[in-house]
């Protein structure tokens, strides 16, 4: 008798639409706790960090303007204190929910494959906080920029709570930004996407990229654009060039499987059933 082949094929379970709803209700559950959790180190640091923030309004002193953040009711001081430690606590857990994102998107995977959450989280994580860090230095730039619009001899009074949201919402969608090309990775590793069909529409992605940065930044603002444009590109074609490589690698290995499947005489479709006696 021929020997019997091994399947090159892996088999994944299908979900229904209800498993996937209380899949999904768990991980965020799970996230909203680690979540939770640094807030306490968010409220510890908040004073420090909304220092940081504030600082390219202070930096507006220096040219001569009357620069002023204001609260302008009796809770906005106290509003703006848990924004701050929700968005500290958000940076702190994202570990957490980062591989939450994974555990979901890549569920039913051999036991090598699930060791890409392990190169996700560990590449992830790092190009999140560096977004936030890009996010960070190209903002007293965009502050700069957007007081130029006003007489200098009139005062630039600042709403706490305007202000703090422009800036969480700067900082995380920049950080966001730099996670997406290895979210590509990702699903080219889990056979979603080819690298060549990645790489094919480098055009749009380039575009998508532009308008990204365009969005986040004041459009008059060409610098700080430039800034966040080429990092998340330059990502981007990373993250192709590895995808490329992974494909090559697999086909590589499945042609050499496939090749000892037909050696093995599993293939052989004209041997009959006497001969294989």
């Given amino acids: 008798m021929a020997k019997e082949a091994k399947n090159p094929q892996r088999k994944i379970g299908r979900m229904s639409l209800g498993a996937h709803l209380v899949e999904l209700r768990n991980r965020l559950i ?19 960090v909304w220092m940081m923030l504030r600082k390219p309004i202070e930096d507006l002193k220096v040219d001569g303007r009357t620069a002023l953040i204001q609260y302008t009711d009796v809770t906005s001081g106290f509003d703006t204190k848990v924004q701050i430690a929700l968005f500290i606590a958000v940076i702190i857990a994202s570990p957490v929910w980062l591989y939450q994102v994974w555990a979901f998107l890549a569920p039913g995977l051999t036991r090598r494959e699930k060791f890409y959450g392990v190169g ?23 502050v700069r ?13 600042i709403n706490a709570r305007t202000y703090l949201e ?42 998508i990229i532009i308008l990204f940065a365009a969005i986040t930044t004041p459009a008059a ?52 059933p006497e001969e294989s006696k």
């Fill in 221 to 272: 603002d060409l610098m700080s654009m430039f800034l966040l444009a080429v990092p998340i590109t330059v990502l981007f074609f990373l993250a192709t060039g590895v995808a490329i490589l992974h494909d090559r690698r697999v086909d590589k290995r499945r042609a050499k499987e496939f090749a000892e499947y037909d050696l093995d005489g599993v293939g052989d479709v004209s041997e009959t």
């Fill in 30 to 48: 799970i996230s909203a706790i680690a979540i939770a959790v640094g807030l306490v180190a968010g409220w510890i640091f908040s004073d420090w």
């Fill in 145 to 157: 920029l957007m007081s130029t619009f006003q007489p200098t001899e009139d005062a630039f009074f």
């Fill in 120 to 142: 996700f989280l560990g590449t992830a994580v790092p190009l999140f906080l560096a977004g936030i860090y890009a996010g960070w230095m190209v903002l007293p730039n965009i």
């Fill in 166 to 207: 422009f800036t969480v919402k700067l900082l995380l969608a920049v950080g966001v930004g730099f996670v997406m090309p290895v979210l590509l990775v990702l699903l080219n590793f889990l056979g979603v996407v080819r690298g060549k069909s990645i790489l094919k529409s480098w055009r749009i992605a380039v575009l």
